[in-house]
C-alpha cells in the first residue's frame, strides 16, 4: 500500500537533500549520519572521536534530541563546534532541519560534519539528511538480533559500530551473531568492535574516517 502523504514527505526531503549534498561537496566536508537506539553510546564515541582527532581535522556536530541540550553540550566540551536541534517529540532529524542548523556553522572551517540522529532505529533510517554515509551504532547491551529486527538501518548504513565491548563478559551477546545478520544484510559493510571506556577498536574507526575523508577530497 502507497501512502500518498508520506511518500510526498519523503520526496520534499530528499529534494532538499540534493542542495545539501551539493552544498557540502563544494566545501569538501565528509558528512556521517548517526543513528541507533536511546543510549546505544553516540555521544560517548563522539566524544572520544572529537577528542582523539581534534589535532587531525576540523569537526563539528548537529545534535538531534527530542528535548534538552545535554549531548551538545557535552560534545562542546571537547572544543568542537556544536549546535542542538530539539524536534519536541519528533523522531528524526530531517534534511529542512539541517539547513537551518547549518546557519550556525562556519562551512569553510569544517572538515567533518557529525550528524547524532534522535535516538531510534526506525525513523531516521527513511530521512536523508544530505549525508555521506549512515553509520549504524549497536550496544551489546541491547542483544545481538537488532539487525534482524531492524534490516533497514543495516542495509543502508556504510558501517557499523559495535560498543560498548567491555561489557561482553556481563551480557549474554553473540558477536558472531550479530555481525552474521548485519553483514547478511550489507556484505561489505565493515564492523568495529568498540569501547568508549578501554579504548577497544577506536584506532580502526578513526583509520576509516581518515580514509573516508581523504576519498571526500577528489
Keep these: 500500500?502507497?501512502?500518498?502523504?508520506?511518500?510526498?514527505i519523503l520526496e520534499a526531503n530528499?529534494?532538499?537533500?540534493v542542495n545539501l549534498k551539493e552544498l557540502?561537496?563544494?566545501?569538501g566536508i565528509l558528512v556521517l549520519n548517526l543513528i541507533s537506539s536511546p543510549g546505544a553510546g553516540k555521544t560517548s564515541i563522539l566524544e572520544r572521536t572529537l577528542t582523539d582527532l581534534k589535532n587531525e581535522f576540523k569537526m563539528?556536530?548537529?545534535?538531534?534530541?527530542?528535548?534538552?541540550?545535554?549531548?551538545a553540550r557535552r560534545v562542546a566540551e571537547t572544543g568542537a563546534k556544536a549546535v542542538q536541534i530539539n524536534t519536541d517529540g519528533g523522531?528524526?532529524?530531517d534534511s529542512n532541519m539541517i539547513t537551518a542548523a547549518?546557519?550556525?556553522?562556519d562551512m569553510d572551517n569544517i572538515d567533518i560534519l557529525f550528524i547524532e540522529n534522535v535516538g531510534n532505529l526506525v525513523c531516521p533510517v527513511e530521512f536523508d539528511c544530505g549525508e555521506d554515509f549512515k553509520i549504524a551504532l549497536?550496544?551489546?547491551?541491547?542483544?545481538?538480533?537488532?539487525?534482524?529486527?531492524?534490516?533497514?538501518?543495516?542495509?543502508?548504513?556504510?558501517?557499523?559500530?559495535?560498543?560498548?565491548?567491555?561489557?561482553?563478559?556481563?551480557?549474554?551477546?553473540?558477536?558472531e551473531?550479530?555481525?552474521?545478520?548485519?553483514?547478511?544484510?550489507?556484505?561489505?559493510?565493515?564492523?568495529?568492535?568498540?569501547?568508549c571506556t578501554t579504548s577497544e577498536g577506536l584506532d580502526t574507526w578513526y583509520e576509516w574516517l581518515r580514509t573516508a575523508h581523504a576519498a571526500k577530497q577528489k
Aim: charged fraction near 25%; proline fraction near 7%; aromatic fraction near 8%.
Design 24 to 27: 557540502f561537496a563544494k566545501h
Design 60 to 71: 563539528a556536530v548537529i545534535e538531534g534530541d527530542c528535548q534538552t541540550d545535554n549531548d
Design 14 to 17: 530528499d529534494k532538499i537533500a
Design 177 to 195: 551473531r550479530a555481525k552474521r545478520f548485519a553483514t547478511q544484510l550489507n556484505k561489505d559493510m565493515p564492523v568495529f568492535q568498540t569501547s
Design 91 to 93: 523522531c528524526h532529524l
Design 102 to 105: 547549518l546557519a550556525n556553522f
Design 138 to 175: 549497536l550496544s551489546v547491551p541491547e542483544g545481538d538480533d537488532k539487525p534482524e529486527k531492524y534490516p533497514a538501518l543495516f542495509e543502508k548504513s556504510s558501517a557499523m559500530i559495535l560498543n560498548k565491548c567491555d561489557l561482553l563478559p556481563y551480557v549474554q551477546f553473540d558477536v
Design 1 to 8: 500500500m502507497e501512502i500518498p502523504v508520506v511518500r510526498n
